[in-house]
Nanobody
Framework: QLQLVESGGGLVQPGGSLRLSCIASGFTLDDYAVGWFRQAPGKEREGVACISHSGASTTYPNYLKDRFTISRDNAKNTVTLQMNSLKPEDTAVYYC????????????????????????RGQGTPVTVSS
């Protein structure tokens, strides 16, 4: 069974940092691009980062690229999202997802209504930014 499991979420104060992990089981991530998404209560899901299968290419929305960093360790079958200078508006459930189509997949390119077509999707980890 192909699975992605997210971890590392929790409660953090504004200005703090969190490091989220996405670990694959039942398959190897080498051939998959991996993206992180988030969904806040009452809001639509949005993409926050994508990394190519090799790690050579990453993409972010302009408003996040100075604070969020995605990386991967294929030997550990893991993708990580480092989030710095967190703000209350970063509060959301964070999900990772993988697809062999690469970061060119429409879901990674802003068409988050296509999220359900990504090949493997995690269950999410909640992040709360609050004092």
């Amino acid at each position: 069974q192909l699975q992605l499991v997210e971890s590392g979420g929790g409660l953090v104060q504004p200005g703090g940092s969190l490091r989220l992990s996405c670990i694959a089981s039942g398959f190897t991530l080498d051939d998959y691009a991996v993206g992180w998404f988030r969904q806040a209560p009452g809001k639509e899901r949005e993409g926050v980062a994508c990394i190519s299968h090799s790690g050579a290419s990453t993409t972010y929305p302009n408003y996040l690229k100075d604070r969020f960093t995605i990386s991967r360790d294929n030997a550990k079958n893991t993708v990580t999202l480092q989030m710095n200078s967190l703000k209350p508006e970063d509060t959301a459930v964070y999900y990772c997802a993988a697809d062999r189509a690469g970061c060119h997949h429409s879901a990674f390119q802003g068409q988050t209504d296509r999220y359900r077509f990504l090949e493997v999707r995690g269950q999410g980890t909640p992040v709360t930014v609050s004092s």
